[in-house]
């Protein structure tokens, strides 16, 4: 079900990574913390989690299709502490030392003498042929180390660790080695960023902007005694809304919208006092949409996110108006009950407008 990967949208901080981080900056980079080693420091402020935490949270969002990675760096860490804080020393390969020093060769050109700078002493004396060094009569020949215990000159130094953390020396064999990554958005998540995603919170800010309050219960029990959960609940207006949403890149499939179909309709059957609204990205199949009409459905299509908000925001408008309306008759109603008793002959009045309210309360 393409529906599992957009499941994710819909948790907070998810949502939260997505809107401020992945919108704006699409390759989230981890940055070197000498005690912690590589972390994303903005993203574990945006979803509230620890170094570790974050790791895990970027991973799942690899392996639910949200995100690709791509390596970004080696980090080394020490195999008795795991501190990342960690020295690299050259090591002399003959006796270990690693009193190593990088130094020129020189060539003398006159005797063809090749040695360490350091062996031409601080006169620059040739030590084979006695002649001091001058302007054109030697060559640099590249840069070699030699070891300062034992002199020998060293092509290849042998590389050695040292943990600044416990002080645990250790060689690349037992040296803890791992992939670091940097984050991306997988190709389908950026075609749907750039078709925008329907966050709860954009379809959330359009019934707070009609006077339409959260609920957090989102679940009702259905006829068949089945727990049905929704993405958002509202409540205003003495009316309760059940919300869900269904993004996806391809259009919802007959098998899909049928599940739909039949929770709203079996949710509906055990509870009188809701309204179920059905919000789908970007359409129904040609299957899906004949079904669509068998079955009395609140429903808003539309091909892209803002299309699908501007639908909401004037059913919502809508809605509330009228159910205000509703509500100011019902309290004019009460006042006119109290009256019953000094007026019986308003009464049939009365039953006339309630008449009406249900009405207007079906739709
Ligand atoms: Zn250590
Ligand atoms: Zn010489
Ligand atoms: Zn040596």
Same mark, same amino acid.
């Given at each position: 079900?393409? $529906? ?7 948790? +907070? ?34 979803? $509230? ?10 991973? #799942? ?9 791509? @390596? ?9 502490? $795991? ?12 006796? =270990? ?51 300062? %215990?034992?002199? #020998? /000159?060293?092509? =290849?130094?042998?590389?050695? #660790? ?15 080695? /791992? ?9 389908? =998540?950026?075609?749907?960023?750039? /078709? ?13 902007? +009609? ?28 009316? $309760? ?23 709203? =309709? ?5 509870? +009188? ?26 429903? @808003? @299509? ?24 509703? %509500? ?36």
């Amino acid at each position: 079900m393409t $529906n599992a990967k957009y499941s994710n949208y819909k948790s +907070q901080e998810v949502e939260a990574f997505m809107m401020n981080i992945l919108e704006k900056t699409p390759n989230v980079k981890p940055v070197f913390d000498l005690n912690l080693g590589y972390r994303y420091p903005d993203v574990e402020k945006t979803v $509230n989690k620890t170094v570790n935490e974050t790791s895990d949270f970027l991973e #799942h969002l690899v392996n639910a299709e949200v995100l690709d990675r791509e @390596i970004f760096d080696m980090e080394l860490r020490c195999p008795s502490c $795991n501190s990342p804080n960690v020295s690299v020393n050259y090591v002399c390969p003959k006796c =270990t030392s690693s009193n190593i020093k990088k130094t020129i060769l020189v060539e003398h050109s006159k005797c063809g003498y090749l040695g360490t700078l350091i062996s031409f002493g601080e006169v620059l004396t040739c030590p084979k042929c006695g002649e001091q060094l001058l302007e054109g009569n030697y060559r640099n020949a590249g840069s070699i180390y030699e070891c300062g %215990s034992c002199q #020998h /000159q060293i092509e =290849t130094p042998f590389i050695n #660790h040292w943990c600044r953390g416990c002080g645990t020396k250790f060689s690349f064999e037992n040296a803890v080695y /791992q992939q670091r990554f940097a984050y991306l958005p997988s190709k389908s =998540t950026s075609v749907e960023m750039s /078709q925008g995603i329907l966050y709860p919170s954009l379809v959330l800010s359009l019934f707070e902007e +009609q006077g339409f309050s959260r609920e957090m219960e989102s679940k009702v029990t259905g006829e068949s005694g089945a727990v049905h959960s929704f993405d958002l609940a509202f409540k205003g207006y003495g009316l $309760n809304f059940l919300v869900d949403v269904y993004f996806s890149l391809d259009p919802i499939s007959e098998l899909d919208f049928l599940r739909y179909c039949g929770k709203i =309709t079996d949710a509906k059957a055990s509870n +009188q006092n809701i309204d179920i609204l059905l919000i789908i990205l970007p359409s129904l199949t040609s299957e899906a949409e004949a079904i669509s009409k068998t079955f009395n459905l609140s429903l @808003i @299509i539309g091909e892209k996110s803002t299309i699908v908000i501007s639908k909401l925001r004037t059913i919502l408008s809508e809605k509330a108006t009228a159910l205000k309306a509703l %509500s100011a008759l019902e309290t004019e109603t009460i006042a006119e009950t109290s009256e019953i008793n000094k007026e019986p002959e308003s009464q049939n009045g009365i039953k006339k407008k309630f008449t009406i309210l249900r009405g207007i309360k079906r739709k």
